[in-house]
């Protein structure tokens, strides 16, 4: 069957996007909030303590789908600039820049939910270990990003320098996920889930842990969604304004 | 609330600086898109009456 893309590009128009959102983000929120309580119940209070790491395992429900979505949030940034690139979507560059923030936080929430693990199980905060120090360096990026948006004045000179920037990060968010396959050295293991089922923790842990990612991804796109429309409204404001200044000029 | 043993801090503390940040991204978030949208009525207001 083939993909009708004029079709999605309609979608995507601002007007669309405008009208669509308004009636699935109420929607995606509640279920967003629903999930996301059940994930973090079931693992927090339901789940027994690892034989070897006890309690601590209860950080992984909201470590592994955070450190998930620090990458990907990338990775759709990376879509959506190239889209920018390619088509000059106004949309498609101002649902990056809405991302960037919530890739941000989801960042920190890995760093700081990984150190606090790491200190009764590797007896430190912090190692200079490839995979910490790459997500340090995609948290950077993050932040470069959301502050070239904030340096530039002009909405298309912003999305053009984001998005090479954007190209640029993706070597460290790749980085990120594949350093330790990359160094066999430090502190941090592999990835603990996998399609691999021999490699996957076991389904005590594996169920909710499955929860919690769909919690942490619909709530990805429920603020991406609300901020897109924020932006949409902001640039709309910023013509409407510029408009005043030359008509009172 | 289940016996986090001597853990506890530990796992409470990732627990709470979790839902410190994404309840500080989610208000900012809110917050700005109240702002804009009251924005964005007041100057089409403004453009509509003259």
Redesign the interface.
């Known amino acids: 069957m083939a993909i009708n893309w004029n079709a999605f590009w309609e979608w995507a128009n601002p007007r669309k996007f405008m009208w669509w959102t308004d009636r699935a983000l109420p929607v995606i929120a509640i279920l967003a909030a629903v999930i996301f309580v059940i994930g973090?119940v079931w693992g927090?209070?339901l789940t027994p303590?690892d034989y070897r790491q006890?309690?601590?395992v209860?950080?992984f429900y909201?470590?592994v789908p955070?450190a998930m979505m620090a990458i990907n949030i990338w990775a759709m940034m990376l879509v959506a600039s190239l889209i920018w690139i390619v088509r000059r979507h106004h949309v498609s560059a101002l649902a990056a820049k809405s991302a960037a923030?919530?890739g941000m936080?989801m960042t920190?929430?890995a760093l700081?939910?990984g150190a606090?693990?790491g200190?009764?199980m590797w007896g430190t905060y912090w190692e200079w270990d490839p995979r910490l120090t790459s997500f340090l360096i995609l948290l950077l990026f993050y932040i470069g990003y959301m502050a070239l948006w904030e340096a530039i004045e002009d909405p298309d000179t912003a999305a053009d320098l984001t998005s090479a920037l954007c190209l640029v990060g993706s070597v460290f968010a790749l980085l990120s996920r594949y350093a330790v396959l990359f160094w066999n050295q430090g502190l941090h293991q592999g990835a603990s889930l996998s399609l691999d089922a021999e490699e996957n923790v076991a389904d005590v842990y594996w169920y909710p842990a499955l929860v919690a990612i769909a919690g942490f991804v619909l709530?990805f796109v429920a603020?991406v969604l609300?901020?897109t429309?924020?932006e949409i409204?902001?640039r709309?404001?910023h013509a409407?304004?510029m408009?005043?200044r030359v008509k009172n000029a | 609330m289940p016996d986090l043993g001597k853990y506890a801090g530990d796992v409470l503390m990732a627990y709470g600086v979790t839902f410190l940040l994404l309840a500080g991204l989610i208000w900012r978030s809110l917050a700005r898109s109240a702002k804009v949208k009251r924005q964005l009525k007041a100057a089409e207001e403004r453009k509509s009456h003259g």
């Open positions: 973090l927090f209070f303590d006890g309690a601590t209860k950080i909201i470590h955070s923030a919530i936080t920190l929430i700081i939910t606090v693990w200190k009764p709530l603020l609300l901020r429309r924020t409204r902001a709309r404001l409407l304004e408009r005043e």
